[in-house]
């Protein structure tokens, strides 16, 4: 059973930086595309970051370019996003999504507030 | 403002067939595959359509999906009181070189 499970959420000041881990089970990781995706309280999805299986190409969405970046060890059937320079309106919660947004975890909670 | 266009609400009584549109342009629907996903209240969205029209194992056939040009729609047939969450359409966008979402479409049942 394919199973992701997001951790690293948590208040966080605004400027300061988190990073958010997603471990996979379930699949062969190392041959699909991974995906961050977030949703803000009482709002709608948003495609946040995503990276091919062997890491050569990653993807942002414009609202978080600059300040993100995604990883991943495939030897750790991992994946990663480091949030840097947070602000208020990253304050969501973050799923971590398999290729094609085909299987999501339950997501990790990010607030970024003083 | 979302770039794939989903209007923000539904209804329909059980057993009857609703639809839900999404509207977008050439750089996404025009030329890409739409997938369209299913949030109940309080968890995580799961696929539920993909590549316009197909269904991942274990999704009822009441699903299904269609696209015309620029626009997509999902159709639910035999509507269930489990039906009632939030469905949201993606694509691929050429231009913003990144996947995007509709704002998403609350279904009520009645």
């Known amino acids: 059973e394919v199973q992701l499970v997001e951790s690293g959420g948590g208040l966080v000041q605004p400027g300061r930086s988190l990073r958010l881990s997603c471990a996979a089970s379930?699949?062969?990781?190392?041959?699909?595309?991974m995906h961050w995706v977030r949703q803000g309280p009482g709002k709608g999805l948003e495609w946040v970051s995503g990276?091919?299986?062997?890491?050569?190409?990653?993807g942002y969405a414009d609202s978080v370019k600059g300040r993100f970046t995604i990883s991943r060890d495939n030897a750790k059937n991992s994946l990663y996003l480091q949030m840097n320079s947070l602000r208020a309106e990253d304050t969501a919660l973050y799923y971590c999504a398999k290729e094609n947004f085909a299987k999501w975890g339950q997501g990790t909670l990010v607030t970024v507030s003083s | 403002q979302s770039v794939l266009t989903q209007p923000p609400s539904a209804s329909g009584t059980p057993g009857q067939r609703v639809t839900m549109s999404c509207s977008g342009s050439?750089?996404?629907?025009?030329?890409?595959?739409v997938n369209w996903y299913q949030q109940l209240p309080g968890t995580a969205p799961k696929l539920l359509i993909y590549?316009?029209?197909q269904r991942p194992s274990g999704v009822p056939d009441r699903f299904s999906g269609s696209k015309s040009g620029t626009s997509a729609s999902l159709a639910i047939s035999g509507l269930q009181s489990e039906d009632e969450a939030d469905y949201y359409c993606a694509a691929w966008d050429d231009s913003l070189n990144g996947w995007v979402f509709g704002g998403g479409t609350k279904l009520t049942v009645l």
């Open positions: 990276i091919s299986w062997n890491s050569g190409s990653t």
């Open positions: 590549s316009n029209a």
């Open positions: 050439s750089s996404n629907l025009g030329f890409n595959t």
């Open positions: 379930g699949f062969t990781f190392e041959d699909k595309s």
